[in-house]
């Protein structure tokens, strides 16, 4: 079974700018998680997606939104990038339930902000 | 709010000497629990987890960890740790109800010299 892939893998932007961020869940999963990882915070959670609806949103402003399609693919935008954005962001799927359900992660896409 | 304590932030062993490294969450309620752990240059990959049951789990790669209830504990041991066991790790939490999201510690940066 093939993992979780995001795309693309690095990124560099500038202030201002928004970007797109695509993850492609394991197969049969339909749950997909964003996580933004930086050294001084950890890991964040995003926002969690389930059948095209976002059921939980972590603490994030406004700019950082997401969305899933029919085939559980998921993106995620920020919008308005601040030097702060600068993160690794993770996508995590898992079949149903990520309280019960084993999270798989990707390789992260590697976002900076200059 | 949940959150979830990972007291040892930098641990540094040589090869053959026992690990342990602590996690302590804060929920009163039912709770999942889990160690991630991140190789250099790899995906975050799960180590172990604790749902319910035998309170002493096994993971992959030697790893273990005990589900101490009373004193919101979810410990990772290993007995006797090798080069290769150099990585990051993160304990996290759910909570197995409506929320779906995983919670974690900030991490331990484990660097085990040969």
């Known amino acids: 079974k093939a993992g979780v892939t995001q795309t693309p893998r690095y990124l560099i932007k500038t202030r201002g700018q928004q970007v797109t961020l695509s993850c492609s869940p394991i197969?049969?999963?339909?749950?997909v998680s964003w996580y933004q990882q930086t050294p001084g915070q950890g890991l964040q959670f995003l926002f969690e997606?389930?059948?095209?609806?976002?059921?939980n949103k972590g603490n994030f402003p406004g700019r950082f939104s997401g969305r899933q399609f029919s085939n559980s693919r998921s993106e995620m935008n920020v919008s308005t990038l601040e030097l702060g954005d600068s993160a690794l962001y993770l996508c995590?799927?898992?079949?149903?339930?990520?309280?019960?359900?084993?999270?798989?992660f990707g390789p992260g896409t590697r976002l900076t902000v200059l | 709010a949940q959150s979830v304590s990972q007291h040892n932030h930098h641990v540094i062993l040589s090869e053959a000497a026992s690990l342990e490294l602590g996690c302590n969450y804060s929920?009163?309620?039912?709770?999942?629990l889990f160690w991630y752990v991140q190789y250099p240059g790899q995906h975050l990959q799960l180590l172990l987890k604790?749902?319910?049951?035998?309170?002493l789990v096994k993971g992959i790669k030697g790893f273990e960890a005990e589900f101490i209830k009373s004193k919101f504990s979810f410990n990772l041991r290993k007995p006797s740790v090798q080069w290769s066991d150099t990585a990051e790790y993160f304990c996290?939490?759910?909570?197995?109800?409506?929320?779906?999201?995983?919670?974690f510690g900030t991490g331990t940066r484990l660097l085990v010299s040969p």
């Open positions: 197969s049969g999963h339909r749950s």
């Open positions: 995590a799927s898992s079949f149903q339930r990520p309280s019960t359900d084993t999270q798989y």
């Open positions: 997606y389930f059948s095209e609806t976002q059921r």
């Open positions: 996290a939490v759910t909570v197995n109800t409506g929320f779906q999201k995983l919670v």
């Open positions: 929920y009163g309620g039912t709770v999942n």
């Open positions: 604790y749902f319910s049951g035998d309170p």
